[in-house]
């Protein structure tokens, strides 16, 4: 059954909470625009409607936007994950369109120039600000599955990391449903975990032995430049694990209160990302 003859607009529909959000949208009955830049490769569920494009080029935006009464946003663009400097443009074809309601995704802790337009442009909004992603675990997916190991430093630093399924659902809430306009939603998962904890997990999903094997620092940091990362990157990562937000490694029991449903365990997300992880 179809909610509605609007559509809801999906920006980075084939991403870690884009695919999932439109899976949720359909399954639910509401019509998709899948925004994406190659709706040919895109692989997308059967129902969803895509269209090519991203937020950081407006000139597509006019089309993607008609018809749609609601629409999932993020606030960075590009390879480089920089924050969308076109804020105020994209909230102008939104309203224009008749776009009433939207999902920011934060990218940072500090306010984007489109969460700043957002609010500034008349528009029901709600900011999603999840803490790591638990996706970020396929990192270690070629050494566990070539070696039985994790190499990784800060052995005492947690994560309350959530599953993106769950970023997706509280956004799929906050689309349909009345009393989240005005919120920015702290997104985590039901567990803060250590690196040795996350590996044991890991393990036990698995049922064969994978090792933590503890990095220091400068390992760590000669590890990340040799993957190409920039020194702003590695600043970044730096900080995320030795001065982290309070948000990053307390557990919020948002995702329940807004979709219902208990946020998803780390293990679950091991269970359904197993094969990345070898035999």
Request: net charge negative; with cysteine.
């Amino acid at each position: 059954m179809t909610h509605d003859s609007k559509i809801i607009l999906v920006a980075g529909a084939t991403g870690n909470v884009g695919r999932p959000l439109v899976e949720q949208l359909l399954a639910a009955g509401y019509r998709v625009r899948a925004l994406t830049r190659d709706p040919v490769r895109a692989d997308l569920p059967a129902g969803a409607e895509a269209v090519a494009g991203n937020l950081a080029d407006a000139s597509c935006l006019a089309a993607a936007f008609t018809g749609a009464s609601a629409a999932h946003l993020i606030s960075f663009g590009g390879e480089d994950y920089a924050p969308l400097t076109n804020g105020e443009e994209i909230v102008d074809l939104a309203r224009r369109a008749g776009v009433r309601r939207v999902t920011v995704l934060k990218g940072d802790v500090a306010k984007s120039p489109l969460e700043h337009a957002v609010e500034a442009g008349g528009l029901e909004w709600t900011h999603l600000a999840p803490v790591e992603f638990m996706s970020n675990a396929l990192e270690w997916a070629e050494s566990v599955r070539t070696a039985g190991v994790v190499r990784e430093a800060f052995p005492e630093a947690r994560s309350a990391m959530i599953h993106e399924a769950d970023i997706a659902a509280v956004a799929a809430a906050a689309l349909t449903g009345d009393g989240h306009a005005g919120r920015e939603y702290w997104l985590t998962g039901p567990e803060a975990l250590t690196p040795p904890e996350k590996v044991r997990t890991i393990g036990e999903v698995l049922g064969r032995e994978v090792r933590y094997i503890e990095l220091t620092q400068d390992e760590i940091v000669a590890q990340w430049r040799e993957a190409g990362y920039s020194d702003e990157d590695v600043e970044f990562f730096l900080k995320m694990r030795t001065d982290p937000p309070i948000a990053g490694d307390t557990v919020l029991p948002t995702v329940e209160q807004v979709t219902g449903r208990p946020a998803r365990t780390f293990a679950q997300w091991v269970r359904e990302n197993a094969a990345a992880f070898g035999p």
